[in-house]
């Protein structure tokens, strides 16, 4: 569904991704696990256009991103949960829903998604008309989601939606993140929560400092020395 | 807009029949030619599109019309069209690169500052037609026992300008409510706290962006070409430059610039504000004035950034939480 073939990306002269290639398959869901600053955020603002590939290609479906700005890459079925959630704080979290289903193609579905968002996140619902900005971390996790979800997309992109949550939530939007792969999507998830996320997925892959270091199954990359050390921590 | 405004509006049209001088008539189609520009200001300022260069488009419309109508002989009816066309490709013009390379902000504030100045330089400059800062008077066809004229928009009765103003208004308020529930309030609200996170759900940043621009310039300059035909006079100090473009910023956020009427409180507000200063202190300490508007403009910003309205509002729902 999703190809990187040796990616290339960065902020100016500054180099974040070297020759990055990974495959995401209809169905699957994958995980990038890395340290901080490995270019785990890059490979995703680079997927959605949000900043320029210097080297290498992104296929969506076989179709090349290239010459696609960043506000037609939903229409392409790709969906991201930025990093930090990024929600429109001004606005409450029905309408932060409704920007979710903002294109012309999402538009006449917005009833009918917000109805399974909802049923989805209940507590969306009991807090439809608060601003979105005055919720706390966990309900702006759910919101950041139930926000990508709005437009249907074929790929989930999550962005560390652990990160900064106490623990229990953290385990409730792992439980959520496993719920929506049951509904049949297809998801990509970046995280520094290895042991958690590689739980959820089928694959994985290891990104420090701009470079893929290692893929493979979950039960692979769990099982390796490398994780267990670095990651893991026994 | 709904029924419930109706008897409102209707109110408001017996006016001119009730207050006792044309003085206060005519005070009342300044404060609704300038309510209209101002609500066409807010389009674009209630978003943090803090624009500087609205006297221009101001100018533009009043210059457009007068100067077709002296030289060419052409009826405001078609003048106005396309003066309002041409304050429209001049925010496109300006827009464009602004939106297109993210200039935002002071940045933005800045660059359409800089285009007030231009088109006020421009029409000092070409004195021989447009007068230069003397200004330039529409030829009148009110003589000869005529006393108004559809086709030049010409009334010697400041009523019935009343009710053109009255209708420009209304059109404005009405734009605002549109756009308020439309898709493109919650694109631009987007916009405004997070443009990556708005593109990504697939809002076309620039497009909206110079959208909201085109339709805040459309109205000004149709306020600009009402206003300079309501005076039957323009003047570059008066229609357009830094000083109108100040003036609307000011009013604006004195009124409170997030809700409807808030641009209307404004114009209230400052015209009774002139015709205080007017009234108290006359004209004998030059440029008192202006001091008086600065210093109000720095206590509004610092204390009442929402506007006496906004902060009305707000008192409102809190009493009633
Ligand atoms: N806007 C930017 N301008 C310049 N450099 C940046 C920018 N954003 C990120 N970087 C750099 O790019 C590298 C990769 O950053 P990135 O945010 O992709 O890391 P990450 O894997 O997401 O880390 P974290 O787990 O902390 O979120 C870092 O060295 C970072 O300093
Ligand atoms: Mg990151």
Known sequence: MLELSRVSAGYGSFQALFDVSLEVRAGEAVAVIGPNGAGKTTLLRAISKLIEVSAGEIRMEGRSLGDVPAHRIIDLGLSQVPEHRRLF???????????????????????????????????????????????????????????????????????????????????????LVRKIREEGYTVMIVEQNVRQVLKVVDRAYLLEVGRIKLAGSAAELLASAEIQKAYVGL | MDRRWLPALAALAVLPWVVPSSYVVHLLVQVLLWSFIYTGWSLMGRFGLVSFGHGAFMGIGAYAVVLLWNFHGLSPWLSIPIGVALAVAVAVLIGYPCFRFGIAGHYFALVTLALTEVVRSVIVALRDTTGGSLGITPNSVLKDGVTWSVQALQFADKRVFFYIALAAWAFGIWVWHRIDKSMMRYAMEAIGSDEQAAASVGVNVTRTKLAITMISAALTALGGALFGQYQQYVNPETVAGIGVSLQIVFAVIAGGMFVRFGPTVGAVFTLLLTEGLRVGIGNKVNALDSTIYGLMLVLFIIYMPTGILGKLAEKLRRARA
């Open chain 1, 89 to 175: 704080p001004r606005l409450t979290v029905e309408e932060n829903l409704r920007m979710g289903a903002y294109t012309a193609a999402a538009r006449p579905k917005f009833a009918q998604r917000l109805e399974m968002v909802y049923a989805l996140f209940p507590r969306m619902k009991e807090r439809r008309h608060q601003m979105a900005g005055t919720m706390s971390g966990g309900e702006q996790q759910m919101c950041a989601i139930g926000r990508a979800l709005m437009s249907g997309p074929k790929l989930l992109l999550l962005d560390e939606p652990s990160a900064g949550l106490a623990p229990v939530i953290v385990q409730s939007i792992f439980d």
